[in-house]
């Protein structure tokens, strides 16, 4: 480390400060507001007169479970296919993440459980502020490799309130429905995220180009994070769900959604691939848009071959999007998006609500029975006409697109802020900046590589 | 890639027209055929009286979720051991379920739950759409490495039919008791493989030779889907049985069939080893073979000890077929079997078969009690003898055998057709065929590797 | 291999014949003594009057799952974060924690469901066996890369004998309370595991400290160990409580202290790092001492806003742990602790089990409500007042530091047997020793590296 020259300490304590600060507060807050709610309070639990069976956690926290896997796995894996940045990917998503549940149950419950003047928690709220925190991760794609984890704890502080506000216009003022959230977490976390780096546009991020790639083991880490985010996708829309068919139908659609987007995504891949070969970051990605575009039809009746068609469109248009799109948007708008969340998130998140508004605007009496008091309530209860439904659903959309790009071009000013911990063009996608990193080898082990220093331009 | 021409078109366009033909296939069969059944459909579920606890999703959803990671991580990443088949194993693997499960909701819809014209699917039919994903990916697994991605999508085609036959014939004509798939699944799926090997005999594999074997890392990889797949076992076998103490006792006889197989297998290992060192290949597999040997029993009152017992004799006969008979198979029969399925899946799977045929024939009203009915209904109805059921137990692996090498036979002969995409024999376990491959290491990363040409030549 | 005289048959046998000793000792007391309980049992099951809905395995099975990933996935991957330990971090977890899972279930068997000269076993007892895995996997982690696997499996033998009979003592005997086992569990597998290491110190240790260190990939092979660790802590602490709200507040608050803890490791690993930079082995560890810290008093009515307090005190106790007082236990008391399990399971146990006092103490009927009876049963039936429940929690801890650093000392005379397999201390952290090691390249994969001979010198 000869010739390298120490931060200074101000940028050494910013992140302890800002971690230390955030946990401090959210303490107080939570020793002020947060209370438990009637299914996990010893006292008013055994005050009703019910089976312990009731209990909403046996109907949710298995699912749970897989939504918590594929926040903490699946985005964080998925995000380590960079060669020198594995280490950040996997370990800036685990603070992300931490950051979030804590503060989004905060804004989420000030918005959609408070009443006595206490924010009432339990696993409804775990799974939600688990949403939220997908939603923050789906951003850090965005700007993967650009950004500092001071700048990010920054940018998550900023999108978790926007995300509750958000959330809580579409869920609860417009009647919305978006159980799965292709508006209110894949729409919104991918334009947040893409907005934030029009305003970061790094115009001489070919410095450090050569690192923007992954090598051969840097894929299968990657593919970790895939597959488990594949697999456990129909608990991520099926979650929140009504209990009973709802759930069951939102699983079964979103698996069937999944298969098709696969295939879709290899043909593509192959088709648009030099010399007929497959591109990992097709696979790794494009297949998962299933999951993304039937985020908020899939609780509906969109039927099975519903679920395959979507599956199919999204895993085609998420495949060309990486092949055509993503260098059109760096060049003519200068968006660098790392991981191409457009692709995998923006675009798919938006297809999904215009399905979404398509299949409330197909919703009958005679499909759903007395079932569609469930799915839609507004309409069961004569209060809007399916046709209304779907346009609130437009509408829903949006107000999302808004509250996102406003929000992320908001968070970008932020986060330009010139005492954070942004990295240097020369040394993107660089894991050394923030960690102590080992050699590849093990005649390397023995001590640190070369390690160079983090300027503080933004 | 100077200096190597590039693949007609015809062989760049097979893999994407292969999946856009299937999924437009699939996608109409969907549309006319498959609909949601009473416990996923909105206008049925509610038309019934009941509470949405006994929606069958909370009694399988957590199996069936465990299983699907058995399927995608655990057999991904065990074949993943390769040290440059990496992106295959797991990425055909990804390809070829998901085809399986699309296509295997139709074959075993058609068969199982086809009423008023319709297929009607829910978690059971998630489940068992699983399962057939599981028997290809067990073929998959003899020919890995020397087959491409064309040939095996055609393999997985006619390999779910089959599945979806032979199942049919065993549990619907002939009242064959088989949860975990003893014979439906694993020796099914393993000798099928094992005869399209043959078929697809390659006399000069040797030139490849170097390519088969791990590196340190993938050895690690391959961990990761033997650990996956042997944790959720107990899911694997108990997903379909009986609810209850059925689902409950086949989880428990499974987990320690498991723990007696690992203790086997270890033991073996060392004894056969060079110098009492461990080989992985063996961990990663024959500790494995408890699960496959109790796949038919596990649901019966097998007893804790039959359990421990018919594992430790799995890891055992698993371990030296690993060491003694893999070779032996090569040499004599003309079998190359890359991922020794054989040994894992084939005469584990015998042996559960003739496990289940022994305890099928000690199966007594006192050891079931009232419980006969729901493991053997024939026998709790009169309508057969213990004897008897066990005399069909064994005629169900006798069709199983049969239909696996017919079936799998014919498979080789299909994929033996000169257009499709086999690589060249001095090219197996590599690649760079199919996929774009980066380098290893981050000075190499920029470029591609060099790349070479597949011939056309099965 | 030229040169490397091989080893004695005595050393090459050891291994396989303790398996095989252990498996049928095992074998004959299983038939012996196991049988299924009443939930598992398919004569006694349909015997009583209830609907399969009641089969505690939909109470539990999901999070023995959870809990089950954990003991395999997580403890084994966190524990291949050493560049040449991979295979044996991995292997000898697999090795260890399946024998564990038999022997315990008879050990725990015998003194807890021991009825009509039977232990009766269901999803509970597979829970239970699994935690004493876990503690088991703990001490290993104090030892790791410094013994053999028949030294290990010696170890198993006596740590999960002493497991079970503390956990009688405790829980039965005293009526601690201690779901998640920050005394049984971690306080007992720590400090088992350091006072083991103590006698086996090794003073020339240094000839293998170049291979006490990471490589880039090994760390991200470890961050799956902790990064599954960390999700599915809440099905651990909660596997075994009391149904309905004692589950669920039980995973409520370990999920929030998780995230403090993560939060205060983060700040601190940066506070305390060289030029602000992070240290993986902080991440990797300290980050989950939040699920050691309440595994006795998650149960409690902790309030959230005292699971985020315990989380963030054992987050910061924890890293300054590996920080500071790793080197000095080293050092000043010879106590070499590969895996640093002082600081993530023995500091932030113990503190968790005072913890736990302290909620005891504050326990009253006015929050606990009609819910007491079931965290408490001995208050809610006038036997004991809190305080004198908070007094008993105390005794509970002194018994377990007494059983771990006494049965911990009697194990490192135990592993000091001549004739056992201990590496000699230049071959430490190595895998050669104990499994065949492909190369780490392409180039190398071909024949196997050069291999070393074990001494025997322990």
Known sequence: MAGSPRRAAG??????????????????????????????????????????????FYFRYPS?????????VGFGFLMAFLQRYGFSSVGFTFLLAALALQWSTLVQGFLHSFHDSHIHVGVESMINADFCAGAVLISFGAVLGKTGPA?????????????????FVLLTLLGVKDAGGSM????????????????????QLEKSKHRLSSVYHSDLFAMIGTIFLWIFWPSFNSAPTTLGDGQHRTALNTYYSLTASTLSTFALSALVGGDGRLDMVHIQNAALAGGVVVGTSSEMMLTPFGALAAGFLAGTVSTLGYKFFTPFLESKFKVQDT?????????????????????????THEAYGDGLQSVFPLIAEVRRSATSQAVYQLFGLFITLMF???????????LKLPFLDAPPESKC?????????????????????????????A
Chains 1, 2, 3 share one sequence.
């Open 64 to 72: 749970f479970q897989d939504v918590h896997a594929m926040v903490f």
């Open 429 to 457: 996608y660089e894991d050394q900046l923030y960690w102590e990193v080992p050699g590849e080898h093990e005649d390397e082990a023995q001590g640190p590589l070369r390690v160079e220093e983090p300027d503080t331009q």
């Open 11 to 56: 940028g050494r304590l910013l992140l302890p400060l800002l971690c230390l600060l955030f946990q401090g507060a959210t303490a107080i807050l939570f020793a002020v507001f947060v209370r438990y709610d009637h299914e996990t309070d010893a006292a008013l639990w055994h005050w009703g007169n019910h089976s312990n069976a009731d209990n909403e």
């Open 151 to 167: 700048q990010l704890l920054l940018m998550a502080l900023l999108e978790v309130a926007l995300f509750g506000i958000n959330e």
């Open 404 to 414: 996102a790009i406003v929000g992320g071009s908001l968070g970008g000013l932020l």
């Open 184 to 203: 209110t977490i894949h729409t919104f976390g991918a334009y947040f995220g893409l907005a934030l780096s029009r305003v970061l546009y790094r115009p």
């Open 339 to 363: 991981c191409g969340v457009h692709n995998l998130h923006g675009m798919p998140g938006v297809l999904g609500a215009l399905l979404g508004a398509l299949v409330a605007a197909l919703a």
